[in-house]
Structure formats: C-alpha cells, structure tokens
C-alpha cells in the first residue's frame, strides 16, 4: 500500500486546512483497515489527528475534534483531511498512514506511511 499526501503548503491563519491523501496499491474500503491523519510540529513528537475506517466511520483525537472533518471518496481511493480555524501552532509535516490494526494506529505505529507535507499556517 503506497500513500501520498497533497495540498497547500501555505494557509492564513482563520482558513480551513485541506489535505487529500491518494491510496495506490490497495482500496480504502479493504476490510478492518483504518485511514489516519498524523502530523508533527517542529521540534515536536507525532500526533494523532483522527482517523476514517474501511466502513467509513470516523474518530477524532478529542483535541481537535470540533474542528477537524476526514472524509473519502472511494471513487478516487483517497481521504481527505479537513481542520478549520487554523493558527501557526497548526504549522506542521503532516502525514497520511493507515494500517488494520486500529491500536497501531492510536499509538502512532501504522505499518503505511506516506512521505509527509509542511503545512504552514502564517499571514
């Protein structure tokens, strides 16, 4: 399974950030496989963003959960990440990753990474 991450690498600060991530090699609908979005701030360890399962359902780290929104078109094999308001703490490489164990997922080990996207949340 092979990911890759895109979108801006630039947002104002207040704007929505939007990120696809593109699954080659595998279909997001694969039984027990969860989609999930991490990212890592500078000088900062990984975080757990949220996550779309092979069903479509979703959970969010309690965080951000109000203003994160991860969605797929199964059309496309993609998902898509979603986290409105952004502020510069926001700024970060964010990534896409998926693996079938949903524990491996919260603890930040999924076997499927892609390779990251700087995102920059400044005016």
């Known amino acids: 399974v092979q990911l890759q991450e895109s979108g801006p690498g630039l947002v104002k600060p207040s704007q929505t950030l939007s990120l696809t991530c593109t699954v080659s090699?595998?279909?997001?609908?694969?039984?027990?496989?969860?989609w999930s979005w991490i990212r890592q701030p500078p000088g900062k360890g990984l975080e757990w963003i949220g996550y779309?399962?092979?069903?479509?359902?979703?959970f969010y780290n309690p965080s951000h959960k109000s203003r994160t929104s991860i969605s797929r078109d199964t059309s496309k094999n993609q998902f898509t990440l979603q986290l409105s308001s952004v502020t510069p703490e926001d700024t970060a490489v964010y990534f896409c990753?998926?693996?079938?164990?949903?524990?491996?997922?919260?603890?930040?080990?999924?076997?499927?990474w892609g390779q990251g996207t700087q995102v920059t949340v400044s005016s």
């Open positions: 779309i399962d092979y069903s479509g359902s979703t």
């Open positions: 990753a998926a693996d079938q164990s949903l524990h491996k997922i919260v603890v930040l080990t999924p076997e499927f």
């Open positions: 090699g595998g279909s997001i609908t694969t039984n027990y496989y969860s």
